[in-house]
C-alpha cells in the first residue's frame, strides 16, 4: 500500500491549481452570467499539455495516466464547474471513446488535435427518449457503399454547440438492439447534415453549452467507424465509466471548495456575539462533511489507481458508479451547508456558493442518473450472487 | 378535534386555486426570468382583495381568517413563490404589525391604503451585523422634541423595491423602537437589490436611513417595545413561509408525479418504478405533516392562543421539507429539472431561500428547543 502522490502527479497539480487559480478563478462569475467557457481558456489549457493529460505522448498526451486526469478534474472542480464539466466532456467521454476504441488513423488524425485543444470534443449518447435507458436510442445509421447516413437526434449535449468533433451512437440493426445493433462514429460538426438545433437554458453551470443537435442526411465515412460495427454500446460504456470517474473527482473539488468556504464563513460571522464556529451544530456539520469528503478522495484515487494499473474489467465499472453517485451527493451536502453557514449572503448572485448550489445540482443527474448508478451497483453486487436484475 | 375546513374556507381556497392557476401560474416562469412581478399582476391581486387579506373590514381589508390567509399564501406560492413571499411580507410583517401594535390614527391612516395596494409594506429589521440577534442592532433613534431621528443601514429589506411604507427598527432611549416610515421621507434611500438565487421577483434591498426624521407618533408601539412588535411579526412571518414552502412542496410533487406517468423508460412509465415511488410517496409524507402544522398554526392564531413556538416549528420544519421534497422531485426530473423552462428548477431555487430568509432554520430550531427545555426548567442560550 502507498497513499501518496508521485513526484510527477504533485508537479501536476501544482501546475493545475496555478492555472485554475489565475486564469479561472478571476473569469468564474462571468462565464455563469455570460454563459460560456472562454474559447481562449481551452486553447491556454491545450497549449499547456492539460487536455490531453491522460492520453499517450504519442497522440499528443501528456501521458499523466487517469489519476493526473482525475488531479485535472479535482483542481477544476475546486474553481469553476462550467469549466471543469466542459473539460470533462471533452476528454472524459468524446476524446475517451477515441483513445479507448479508436484505430491508429483515428487517433491520428483526431485523438491528437484533441489532445492538444486544437478541437473540441462532445459526446453524443443521450437522446429525447432515451436518457436513463440509453439503449432505446432511435438516432439511425443507413449504409451506403463507403458511407453511412445517419439521421435522428441528440439531447442535452455537452460542448454540443460549439464542438469540432462528437462521438456519435446509432443505431446500424434495430433487429440486434443494444448489443449488436448500435454503433459509434466520429463526426465531425462541419460536415452538411450536422445541425445544432437549440441551447439549453439551465439553472447551473450555465458556461457550458448544453445544445440539441440534429442529423440529417449526414453522410459519415465507413472509415470513422469507431471500433467494430455492432459494438458501439461497449465503446460508449466504457467512456462513461471513466466519466464517471472523474466526474467523482471534479465533485470532489467541488466539496472541497465548499469545506474551506464553510470553515472561512464559521471563522468570520458572528451570530450573539460568537463566531459560528463555536456553535456545536456548526462543529457537527463540519466534522461530517468533512469525513465524508475525506471517504470519497480515497475512493476516487483508488479507483484512478486501478485504471493505471490495468484493473478495468466488472468491478471498476461498480467503483466508478460510486464515485459518480457519492461524489455528487457529498458535493451537493457540502454545498448546501456551505450556504447555509454564509447565511444571507449565500443566497445573493455576489458570492461563489450560491453559484455552487446552482451548478453542483446537475451532477446528480447526468452521465447516468444516481438512480442508474445505484443500478449498476446493485446489479454488480447481485450478479456475483447469481442473481440478475433488471432496470 | 376537526380537520375539515370550514365551508368558507373551502370556497376561498378554490378562488385562490383558480386564481393562481389561470391568472399567476402561465406566467410565473416568464416573472422569474424578469425577475420582478408585473404590475398589473400586482393590480389583480389587489382587486381580489389579497393585498388586504387579513386585514379587518372596518379598514377595507378581506377580513381573512389565518387559515383562509395561509390557504391563499399556499396557492400563490405553487404558482410563484415570489408572489406570496410579496404578500406574506407585506401582510404578516407590516399590516398585522399596525394592527396589532397602531393608534387608530395610525391603523386608519395606513391599513386602507396597504388593502388598497397604494402602499406595500417593507419590513426593515436586518443589518449587516444583526441578523437574528436583535440586541445587535445598530440603527439608532435619537430623540429630538416631537421627532426621532433615525440613523443606519438595513439590509434584506423584503419589498424594498415596491414599498411605500417601511417598518423599522432602531434602537432608541428606552430599548428598541419600531417607526412606520414612508418611502418619500427624507433621508431614507432604497439601495442595493440583492439579486438572489430563488424568489427572484420578490425584492430584498439594503435601505439607508441618514438623519431619517419623523414625528414620534409615527412611533408603532411604546419606546421600547418594538422587540415585541418585531418578535410579533417574526413569528407571523414563519408560519407564511411555512405556506409559501408547503405551496412549493405541494406543486412539486404534483408536476413530477404528472411526469412519472408520461416519462417512459425501460418499456414503462418510470412511475412503475420502486425509486420513483419511494421518492413520491416520501414527497407526499413530508408535504402532508408541513400542511398540518402550517394549519394549525393558522388556527391557534385564529384561537387567540400563544403560537410563538408552533410559528418557529413550523418555519424550521417548513423549510427542511420544502428544500428535501423540491430536491426529490427535481430528481424525478432528470435532466428536465435542471432546465429552466421547467418549473421545478425554480420551485428548487425558491425552496432553498426559505432556509435562510425570516431567519435561518437554526435559530427557529433553537426557538422550539428552548421551549422544550423551559418546560424542564432549564434555560437555553442562543
Known amino acids: 500500500m502507498d497513499f501518496t502522490f508521485s513526484p510527477e ?3 501536476l497539480r501544482r501546475l493545475v491549481r496555478e492555472f485554475a487559480e489565475t486564469e479561472v478563478a478571476p473569469l468564474a462569475a462571468e462565464i455563469d452570467r455570460k454563459h460560456q467557457v472562454p474559447h481562449e481558456t481551452l486553447r491556454k489549457l491545450g497549449e499547456i499539455g492539460l487536455l490531453g493529460v491522460c492520453f499517450p505522448q504519442e497522440y499528443g498526451g501528456m501521458g499523466a495516466g487517469e489519476t493526473g486526469y482525475c488531479i485535472l478534474m479535482e483542481e477544476l472542480g475546486r474553481i469553476c464547474t462550467s469549466t471543469a464539466t466542459c473539460v470533462g466532456a471533452h476528454i472524459g467521454i468524446g476524446a475517451m471513446a477515441i483513445h479507448l476504441d479508436g484505430n491508429p488513423d483515428q487517433k491520428r488524425k483526431y485523438l491528437t488535435p484533441l489532445a492538444r485543444g486544437e478541437k473540441i470534443a462532445a459526446f453524443g449518447l443521450t437522446e429525447s427518449n432515451a436518457g436513463s435507458d440509453a439503449a432505446n436510442i432511435r438516432t439511425r445509421a443507413v449504409r451506403e457503399g463507403d458511407s453511412w447516413i445517419l439521421d435522428g437526434g441528440k439531447v442535452f449535449i455537452t460542448n454540443g454547440g460549439f464542438a469540432d468533433i ?14 449488436g445493433g448500435v454503433t459509434a462514429f466520429i463526426v465531425e460538426t462541419n460536415w452538411p447534415g450536422f445541425k445544432v438545433a437549440r441551447e439549453e437554458d439551465k439553472m447551473g453551470i450555465r458556461g457550458t453549452s448544453t445544445a440539441e443537435l440534429v442529423f440529417e442526411e449526414l453522410r459519415v465515412p465507413h472509415e470513422n467507424v469507431l471500433g467494430k460495427v455492432g459494438e458501439g454500446f461497449v465503446t460508449f460504456m466504457k467512456s462513461l465509466d471513466m466519466g464517471r470517474l472523474t466526474l467523482g473527482a ?87 451547508l456551505a450556504l447555509q453557514i454564509h447565511g444571507g449572503l449565500g ?13 453542483a445540482r446537475i451532477a446528480e443527474i447526468f452521465e447516468g442518473t444516481n438512480e442508474v448508478q445505484r443500478i449498476v451497483i446493485a446489479s454488480n453486487i447481485f450478479r456475483e450472487y447469481g442473481v440478475r436484475i433488471r432496470p | ?80 413563490a415570489s408572489l406570496a413571499v410579496t404578500i406574506a411580507a407585506h401582510v404578516s410583517q407590516v399590516a398585522m404589525s399596525v394592527l396589532d401594535f397602531g393608534t387608530d390614527t395610525q391603523k386608519e391612516e395606513w391599513l386602507p391604503a396597504m388593502a388598497g395596494g397604494e402602499a406595500i409594506g417593507a419590513f426593515a429589521l436586518s443589518e449587516p451585523d444583526a441578523g437574528s440577534d436583535m440586541l445587535a442592532l445598530e440603527t439608532r433613534a435619537r430623540y429630538e422634541g416631537d421627532e426621532a431621528v433615525l440613523d443606519g443601514v438595513k ?136 400542511r398540518y402544522l402550517v394549519y394549525r398554526a393558522a388556527w391557534l392564531m385564529d384561537q387567540g392562543e400563544d403560537f410563538s413556538v408552533d410559528a418557529s416549528l413550523v418555519k424550521a420544519f417548513g423549510a427542511r421539507m420544502a428544500r428535501s421534497v423540491t430536491n426529490w422531485m427535481l430528481q424525478v426530473l432528470g435532466g428536465y429539472g435542471f432546465m429552466e423552462d421547467y418549473p421545478m428548477a425554480r420551485k428548487y431555487r425558491d425552496a432553498r431561500v426559505l432556509g435562510i430568509i425570516g431567519g435561518p432554520t437554526e435559530i427557529h430550531a433553537f426557538r422550539v428547543a428552548q421551549a422544550i427545555f423551559a418546560a424542564k426548567d432549564l434555560q437555553i442560550a442562543p
Open chain 1, 9 to 11: 502527479h504533485q508537479a
Open chain 1, 166 to 179: 462528437v462521438t456519435v451512437m446509432a443505431v446500424t440493426d434495430p433487429a440486434l438492439g443494444a448489443r
Open chain 1, 250 to 336: 471534479a465533485c470532489l473539488g467541488g466539496a472541497q471548495a465548499a469545506l474551506e468556504a464553510a470553515i472561512y464563513w464559521a471563522r468570520t460571522r458572528k451570530q450573539f456575539g460568537v463566531e459560528l464556529a463555536h456553535k456545536q451544530s456548526v462543529q457537527w456539520a463540519i466534522a461530517n462533511i468533512a469525513t465524508e469528503i475525506e471517504a470519497l478522495r480515497s475512493l476516487v484515487y483508488r479507483v484512478a489507481w486501478m485504471v493505471d494499473t490495468g484493473q478495468t474489467g466488472q468491478e471498476f465499472s461498480q467503483l466508478a458508479a460510486m464515485c459518480k453517485m457519492y461524489g455528487s451527493e457529498v458535493a451537493s451536502r457540502a454545498i448546501d
Open chain 1, 347 to 359: 443566497i445573493t448572485r455576489d458570492y461563489p456558493i450560491e453559484r455552487a448550489f446552482r451548478d
Open chain 2, 1 to 80: 378535534m376537526d380537520f375539515a375546513l370550514s365551508e368558507e374556507q373551502r370556497m376561498f381556497r378554490d378562488m385562490f386555486r383558480n386564481f393562481a392557476a389561470k391568472e399567476v401560474a402561465p406566467r410565473a416562469d416568464e416573472i422569474d426570468h424578469a425577475e420582478m412581478l408585473p404590475k398589473e399582476m400586482l393590480r389583480k391581486a389587489v382587486d381580489q382583495g389579497f393585498l388586504g387579506a387579513t386585514i379587518p373590514e372596518d379598514y377595507y381589508g378581506a377580513a381573512l381568517d389565518n387559515v383562509s390567509y395561509v390557504l391563499l399564501l399556499e396557492n400563490l406560492s405553487a404558482a410563484c
Open chain 2, 155 to 290: 439590509t434584506w429589506v423584503t419589498n424594498g423595491e415596491l414599498a411605500g411604507l417601511f417598518l423599522v427598527f432602531a434602537r432608541g432611549p428606552q430599548g428598541v423602537d419600531a417607526y412606520l416610515v414612508p418611502r418619500d421621507t427624507p433621508g431614507l434611500t432604497v439601495g442595493y437589490r440583492e439579486p438572489t438565487l430563488g424568489l427572484r421577483s420578490a425584492t430584498f434591498n439594503t435601505v439607508y436611513l441618514e438623519g431619517c426624521r419623523v414625528p414620534q407618533s409615527y412611533r408603532l408601539g411604546r419606546p421600547g417595545e418594538g422587540a415585541a412588535v418585531a418578535q410579533r411579526a417574526v413569528d407571523r412571518m414563519a408560519v407564511a413561509l411555512g405556506a409559501v414552502g408547503l405551496g412549493l412542496a405541494e406543486s412539486s410533487v404534483d408536476v413530477a408525479a404528472q411526469y412519472a406517468t408520461e416519462r417512459v423508460q425501460f418499456g414503462v412509465p418510470i412511475g412503475q418504478k420502486q425509486a420513483i415511488q419511494n421518492y413520491v410517496a416520501n414527497a407526499h409524507a413530508e408535504t402532508e405533516a408541513l
